[in-house]
C-alpha cells in the first residue's frame, strides 16, 4: 500500500522514521482517523478542524493548512487498496535530540498517513450488538486531545479482551467518561444522555453526528455528568466510533441492557447513519 511520509508517496515497506522521533521517545504528538466509504471521506471538514485543534492544544506548528490536509486526506483515499477505508493520520514534533521540552529552535514534525480497511459491521454483529465491562479510569486530564500517547486507553482496551469482551465503560471519579477508544450514550425513558464535551473525553465526530441526529428524529439529548448507577440502570447503551460507527452494548457488566438486544433508539440512530451514508 501506499502511505505518505513527510511530502513523499511510498510504500509502507519504505517508509522509515528515525529512532529519535518525539513520537517514539514521548509519545509526543497527534492524530486522527478518518473514515471513507466508496472513496468519499466522511466529515472530512470535522476530523480537520479536530486535528487543528489537537496540533494547537499541544503547540506543534505544522506550517500547512486545512486546504493541505484536506487534499492529502483525499488524495490517500483515491489511492487506497479499499473501497471503504480510513486514513490513520500522525504528527509528531519531529526528530531531535531526546530533551522533554520542545525542541528550540522547532525542528520539521514527522508527518504521516495511511490508509486502513474499513471493516463495517455485519448485520448479525449489528444485530447482536457487544459486551462491555466497567473500568476505573487510569488516564491523564487532557482527554480533549487526540494525543498518539495512548497508554490508558491500551491498557483499558486490554483488559477489555482479557475478559472476553469488545469494549469498557470508562469512569473517572464515578462519573461515565468514554470507551478505551468510542464514545458511549445512556438511553434512558427515551432521553439520550451524553457525557459532557470536557477535557474528560474526546469529543468523537460521531458525537456532533449523534446530536444532529437526536435534533432531527426529535430525541431529547442531555449533556450531564452521568454517575455509574445510572448506567446499571440504563434502557440502552451505545457506543460510537470512526470505525464502528454506531453500536449497541447489549451486555453490561454481565447482565442484559435493557432487554438484551439492541433498543428503538440505537435502530433510530443506525438507520439515520445508514441514510446519510446512502
Ligand atoms: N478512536 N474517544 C476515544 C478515546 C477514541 O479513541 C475515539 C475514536 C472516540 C470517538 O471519536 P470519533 O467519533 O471521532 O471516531 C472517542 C479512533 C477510532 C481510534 O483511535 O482508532
Request: one cysteine or more.
Amino acid at each position: 500500500i501506499t502511505v505518505y511520509l513527510n511530502g513523499e508517496y511510498l510504500p509502507l515497506s519504505q517508509a522509515k522514521v528515525s529512532v529519535l522521533d518525539r513520537g517514539f521517545i514521548f509519545g509526543d504528538g497527534v492524530y486522527e482517523v478518518v473514515p471513507a466509504y466508496q472513496r468519499k471521506p466522511f466529515r472530512l471538514k470535522e476530523h480537520i478542524a479536530r486535528l487543528v485543534r489537537s496540533l494547537d492544544k499541544v503547540s506543534i506548528q505544522t506550517g500547512k493548512d486545512e486546504a493541505f490536509w484536506e487534499t492529502l486526506l483525499t488524495d490517500l483515499i483515491q489511492q487506497s487498496d479499499w473501497e471503504d477505508n480510513y486514513v490513520y493520520l500522525q504528527v509528531t514534533r519531529g526528530v531531535a535530540k531526546r530533551d522533554h521540552a520542545f525542541p528550540n529552535p522547532p525542528v520539521a514534525p514527522t508527518i504521516f498517513a495511511m490508509t486502513c480497511p474499513l471493516k463495517r459491521l455485519t448485520e448479525q454483529e449489528r444485530q447482536e450488538g457487544v459486551k462491555a465491562l466497567s473500568y476505573p479510569e487510569m488516564r491523564w486530564l487532557h482527554c480533549d486531545i487526540k494525543s498518539i500517547s495512548l497508554l490508558g486507553n491500551v491498557l483499558a482496551k486490554q483488559y477489555a479482551v482479557a475478559h472476553g469482551v469488545q469494549e469498557v465503560v470508562q469512569f473517572r471519579e464515578g462519573i461515565l467518561t468514554e470507551g478505551a477508544s468510542s464514545n458511549i450514550w445512556v438511553i434512558k425513558e427515551g432521553v439520550i444522555y451524553a457525557p459532557k464535551r470536557d477535557n474528560r473525553i474526546l469529543e468523537g465526530i460521531r458525537y456532533g453526528l449523534i446530536e444532529e441526529f437526536a435534533t432531527q428524529l426529535n430525541i431529547p439529548f442531555v449533556e450531564a455528568d452521568i454517575a455509574q448507577s445510572f448506567v446499571e440502570e440504563a434502557d440502552e447503551l451505545l457506543q460510537t466510533s470512526a470505525t464502528r460507527e454506531v453500536v449497541a452494548i447489549t451486555t453490561y457488566n454481565h447482565k442484559p441492557v435493557g432487554k438484551g438486544v439492541p433498543g428503538p433508539i440505537f435502530h433510530q440512530l443506525r438507520q439515520t447513519y445508514d441514510e446519510v451514508l446512502a
